[in-house]
Every structure is written in C-alpha cells, then in structure tokens.
DNA sequence: CTAGCATACATCGTATCACGAGGTATCATA
DNA sequence: TATGATACCTCGTGATACGATGTATGCTAG
C-alpha cells in the first residue's frame, strides 16, 4: 500500500494493536505483519510520537536476560481510536464512491 | 476528516468524480460536497498534478460567456484506480482491524 | 451604479509523516 | 567466528493537503 494511504492511519493502528494487551517493538511488528508490512524505522518513529502525544506510556521489563521495553494504550489513547472512528467514516464514503459500492 | 487520512486517496477520488463524465473544477467540489469537503486549493492542485501525470486531459469550452476548463480522464487515469482498488484492500483490512471488525 | 455573492481558476509556502539508510546491541546456532 | 534473529533507535528525504492570497467575471439587490 503505497505509503500517502498510510498516513493517517498507522498510528491508530499501532495503538490498536496494544489496546488490550501491552506489547513490544518487535512484536508489534510481528503481530501485524499479516495486515500490513511495519518497517522498524516507522514502527519506533510512531512509538515516539505516541508517547510525545501521551496517548501511550512505556515501561521496561527483563526478559530472558533482555531488556524490553513495553507499549501500554493510554485513555488519550484510546480516545485516539474513537475519533478515528469518527473521521474514517467519511474516509469510507470516498472509498466506497471511488470503488463505486453504493454508501 | 483529518488531512493525513486524505492523502493518497483524493487524487483517486478526483478521477473517480470525472471518470463517468467530463467535469470542470468548480462543478467537480459542488458534486463531491456530500462525500468530503474539497477546497479550491487543494482541487487545482490535485488536478495539475493529475495533468502531469497524463492521468487527465483538459480542454476548455465556453459557456454562457465563459470559458471552463473541462478535465477528461485518461486510460492511464482508470489504470490509477484500478490499482487503487488493490492497494486499497490492505487500507481496509487495517481499517477493519481498528475498529474491530472481523476480516 | 455599486456592493456583495456566486462562479471559476490558480500558486506559494508551510506542516506533517512514511520510511530507507544506517546505526548499536546481544543471544543462538552452525 | 560468522550469520541470523531479536530488539531498539535517529536522520534526512520526498510527497501531498490546504490556508492564504490572488485574479477575473456575471448576477442580483439596493
């Protein structure tokens, strides 16, 4: 997907990815990788971002001798993923007209 | 609907408005008003850019005593949203996934 | 006749964000 | 010891929406 269609849309997306389970880097990646291809340069870009927005928090926990440091949704967040909702209803209207399914 | 989601996927939405039949740039923001709100700065740049791309011809007619400038979509125009159409179900599946939807 | 609105077209400069390139670090495996 | 997997990270570049601003003309109401 070229990558204009994914502005907009990869951040609600990461912060969907953590919203019931906090997670990782690298495991981010991984887990949506069925979705959508997530270079590391545009998943940590994002992380930073969300945290900079406090819409995320981020701790570090030991794990077989490694650091990790985990990803937790915050309530502005998940408020995040609410307006999203709000604003891809239009989003999918144009979708729908371009591909032209009736709304 | 915020200005990243947009990206990539107005210039689609420009062809899609004239794809059916020619239109010129004032009518082409009244007949996409209901979908999405598109300003006159945004419309003519979208359409030069479609321009340069060979995506769109142009012509210009009079009407009532004044000329308007008729953009015609190209065959490379409808190739654009044919490959829109597959690089858009990857948005879909990333949109569905937010808002929790199955796939 | 004039002001305001609708119609019609257009460009510049700014802000935003995806991601390639490149980097550090460490463990497991052959 | 080399390679791949795991894990995290930043800089600089390229693409595009759109506010601001501009020109132009016809219609309508006062």
Redesign the pocket.
Known sequence: ????L??????VCVLAAIKNEDS?????I?DLKPLS?????????????LEEGEMIT?YTRE????????YHISSLGRERIEQFKEDSKELINVYKFIVGESL
Chains 1, 2 share one sequence.
């Open positions: 997907m070229e990558s204009q994914r502005r907009g849309i990869l951040d990782y880097g690298y495991k981010i991984k291809t997530l270079s590391e340069s545009t998943l940590y870009t994002i992380l930073k971002r981020t794990y077989e001798g490694r650091q990790r440091k985990y």
